[in-house]
Each structure stands twice: as C-alpha cells, then as structure tokens.
C-alpha cells in the first residue's frame, strides 16, 4: 500500500546511473506479473546509452512535427506543444529506459505487459527510484529502423517503454477521483 501511495510519474532525475542488480530487481519484480494462460508474452530492452536515448528523443520530436507538416491531426496536441519546446526531451533526461515488449500477438498480451509495468514502478518505487511511462516514445520505437537498431524481433510490439532512475525533487502532489461504481448488487 506505501508504494502504491508514493508512486508518483517523476520527470526529474538525477544524474545519478542505475546499477545493473537494481535494474536485475525490478524486471524481476515485472515478470511476477499476473499472465494469461501463463504465458508470459514479454520481452526487456534496457537503455542507459545516453547517445541513444538523445536520438530515440529527437525522433519521437521530429515525427510528431512531420504528422503536423503533413496536415495529419497530430496524434495529441499536447506532444506537438511538447515538440516545439527547446528543452524537451521525451525521456526527462533519465538515464534508464527499460522497454517491454509484446513478444507475439494475442487478446490479452497488452494486458499482461500492462501488469508488468505496474510491478516494475512499484518496486522501483518501493526501492526510492521515480519511474514515468513514455508513451510518446511507442510509435518510434515501433518503427523498423528502430527496431533493428534495439533488437527487438519484428514480429515483436512495443508496448511499455518506462524511464527510471534517481528522483531529483519531488513530484508534485496528484489526485484521483474516488471510484465510480456502477454497480454494487
Ligand atoms: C499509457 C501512459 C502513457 C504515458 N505517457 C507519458 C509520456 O509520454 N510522458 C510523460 O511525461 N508522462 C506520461 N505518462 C504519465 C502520466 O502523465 C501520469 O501517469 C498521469 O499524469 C498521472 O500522474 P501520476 O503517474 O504521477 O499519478 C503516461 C502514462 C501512461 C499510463
């Protein structure tokens, strides 16, 4: 219950690197999962090259303007705002990207990375770290060229790229509606 609490998406971090056996705990974490048909139909690419991440960065930016330069409705409006700001950088600058990956097609595989993404922030959480999902990054990253560059087969859907590291301050304090029941017989 602490961390479901504290976690909150941090968009600050610290330069501060992740080392290999806290990554090693929080995929661990991941494939604890709940998974239908125990399948477990995910795959992790983990990224700590900053070079990597800057170029993953600035063509998630350039695809967004180029929706725009089409005419395309960019996807969101608010990632076209994001692009056009100098400082932006879809990764917050983090040095870790862990990226998990659909390893086939199936009703509920989205379903069970979902799941895993949600253990993985938990327990970097519960471990002081901030976490943040990217999903600016899911189109790019399943582009071929990208792909290619990543490893990650092509019959392979990214689906949960998640930043973590360090925070550098505290995120600012969110809230949720209470839930809604429809129902209760
Ligand atoms: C599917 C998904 C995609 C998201 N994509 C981004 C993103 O591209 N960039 C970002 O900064 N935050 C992203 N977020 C984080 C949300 O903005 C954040 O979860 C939401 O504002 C609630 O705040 P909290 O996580 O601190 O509770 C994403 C979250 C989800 C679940």
Request: proline share 6%.
């Amino acid at each position: 219950m602490d961390a479901i609490h504290q976690r909150r998406s941090v968009r600050n971090y610290t330069q501060q690197a992740i080392d290999k056996a806290t990554v090693n705990a929080v995929l661990n974490a991941a494939v604890l999962a709940p998974t239908a048909m125990h399948q477990e139909p995910w795959s992790f690419v983990v990224i700590q090259d900053r070079g990597v991440l800057d170029r993953l960065s600035d063509k998630c930016e350039e695809q967004v303007r180029e929706e725009a330069k089409r005419g395309d409705f960019p996807s969101s409006k608010h990632r076209l705002h994001l692009a056009g700001v100098p400082e932006f950088h879809v990764f917050h600058k983090a040095g870790t990207l862990i990226i998990i990956c659909g390893k086939h097609t199936g009703p509920f595989v989205a379903a069970d990375c979902w799941l895993a993404a949600e253990n993985l922030m938990l327990a970097a959480c519960a471990n002081g770290l901030g976490t943040c999902v990217i999903g600016f990054a899911v189109e790019a990253l399943n582009t071929a060229e990208w792909k290619a560059e990543l490893k990650i087969p092509n019959e392979m859907t990214v689906i949960a790229p998640i930043i973590i590291g360090v925070p550098a301050s505290e995120p600012p304090a969110t809230s949720r509606k209470p839930p809604e029941i429809l129902l209760w017989k």
